[in-house]
C-alpha cells in the first residue's frame, strides 16, 4: 500500500458528461500529480500541485482541470468528455521539496460510453 | 521535451534466468532516473532509482545502469522469480527546478515481463 488513495476505482460516465476523480496524498507530502495511462499513450503526465499551487502542467487538455485543497487531497475535474478520454487516471504524490521519488495510488478507471 | 523509449515491449523468461530491460532518454538534462513496477489492478510502484552521479546501483536482485555518454539505462533482475511478472516502467526526469520540486517523470511505454515457472 502506497498511502495514497484515490477514489472512485471505477466510473462508467456518458460522452458528454463532467466527472470528479479524488487524490489523498500520503501523509505529509505536499506535492500530488496525476497522470493519464492509456494503452497507446502510456503513463502521461498531466499537472502537479505543490502546496495548493499549481507547479507545472503537462498534457492536459483544457476540457480538464485539477486543483489542491487546504488539506493537501487533490481533485481531477474532466468535463465535455469524449470517448477518447477513457483512461486510468493515477494521482501521485511526493514530500516536495529535494525528494524525488513519486507514490503511486491505484488510480481510477474511467470508461466513457 | 523528454522522450524516453523502452526496449523490449514484452519479455518472457524462465525462472531463474536473468531479465534486462532497456531505456534510451533524449534529454541530456535529465538526472534523475526510476523504475517502477505495476502489477495488475494496481498503480506503478517505485523498485529501485538512480541519479546522473551514479553509474550503477543495486538492491539484492535488482540492478540499474546509467551511461550518460549514450543516455541509455538498463534494469537488470536476476534469479527471476514468477512473482517478478508484471509491467515495468522506466522514468526520467530534470529533477527539481527553483525550490519546491517539479519532479515531472515522463515515461517509457512499459515492458511486460513474464516468468515462467
Known amino acids: 500500500d502506497s498511502g495514497v488513495t484515490q477514489t472512485p476505482k471505477h466510473l462508467i460516465t456518458a460522452t458528454g458528461q463532467r466527472v470528479t476523480l479524488r487524490c489523498s496524498p500520503r501523509?505529509?507530502?505536499?506535492?500530488v500529480y496525476w497522470y493519464q495511462q492509456s494503452l497507446d499513450q502510456g503513463l502521461q503526465f498531466l499537472i502537479q500541485?505543490?502546496?495548493?499551487?499549481?507547479?507545472a502542467k503537462g498534457n492536459i487538455l483544457e476540457r480538464f482541470s485539477a486543483q489542491q485543497f487546504p488539506d493537501l487531497h487533490s481533485e481531477l475535474n474532466l468535463s465535455s468528455l469524449e470517448l477518447g478520454d477513457s483512461a486510468l487516471y493515477f494521482c501521485?504524490?511526493?514530500?516536495?521539496?529535494?525528494?524525488?521519488?513519486?507514490?503511486f495510488g491505484s488510480g481510477t478507471q474511467l470508461s466513457v460510453l | 521535451g523528454e522522450n524516453v523509449e523502452q526496449h523490449p515491449s514484452t519479455l518472457s523468461v524462465q525462472e531463474g534466468d536473468s531479465a534486462v530491460i532497456k531505456c534510451t532518454y533524449s534529454?541530456?538534462?535529465?538526472?534523475?532516473f526510476p523504475w517502477y513496477k505495476q502489477e495488475l489492478g494496481k498503480g506503478p510502484q517505485l523498485i529501485i532509482d538512480?541519479?546522473?552521479?551514479?553509474g550503477e546501483k543495486k538492491d539484492q536482485r535488482i540492478a540499474v545502469t546509467l551511461n550518460k555518454t549514450a543516455k541509455h539505462f538498463s534494469l537488470h533482475i536476476t534469479e527471476t522469480q514468477p512473482e517478478d511478472s508484471a509491467v515495468y516502467f522506466c522514468?526520467?526526469?530534470?529533477?527539481?527546478?527553483?525550490?519546491?520540486?517539479?519532479?515531472?517523470?515522463?515515461f517509457g511505454k512499459g515492458t511486460k515481463l513474464s516468468v515462467i515457472p
Open positions: 500541485y505543490y502546496n495548493g499551487e499549481e507547479r
Open positions: 538512480i541519479r546522473s552521479n551514479v
Open positions: 501521485a504524490s511526493s514530500v516536495g521539496g529535494r525528494e524525488e521519488k513519486l507514490f
Open positions: 501523509s505529509g507530502d505536499l506535492s
Open positions: 522514468a526520467a526526469s530534470k529533477g527539481a527546478y527553483s525550490g519546491a520540486g517539479s519532479y515531472q517523470l515522463t
Open positions: 534529454d541530456s538534462a535529465s538526472n534523475y
